[in-house]
């Protein structure tokens, strides 16, 4: 998968079964001295998502390594695939995604099952 700055790249695909819940692990390129305004955009995004039914909870992870290529990850539970993908279908997710800061971030967006837990 490629780096996307576009609203349909920003949407991890389609997983095999869309009833199960699901992890949506999304890595962001950020440059060095933006963080400020990609931390602004993020927290926009996230109020987002944070209403939507199906949203469990949601982490953004910096790099500690200073040369790390994704500088940014967001971990963010969902119940379920469907519900994951349906706010993403959606004339404000569009709108959101489009801001033109968004384009100097790509990033990566994948969806994951657990398969093993501890603790």
Known sequence: ???????????????N???RPVTLINSFVVPDGRDEVFRQLWTETSR????????????LHRAVTADARYRFVN?????SADQYRAPHLTDEFRRLIAQQPWREFPSTPTLYEVVTATG
Request: hydrophobic share 35%.
């Open 48 to 59: 987002y998502f944070r209403a939507q039914p199906g949203f469990v909870s949601l982490r």
């Open 75 to 79: 971990v963010a539970q969902w119940a």
């Open 1 to 15: 998968m490629s780096e996307s700055i576009t609203p349909e790249g920003r949407t991890a695909t389609e997983p």
């Open 17 to 19: 079964e869309a009833s």
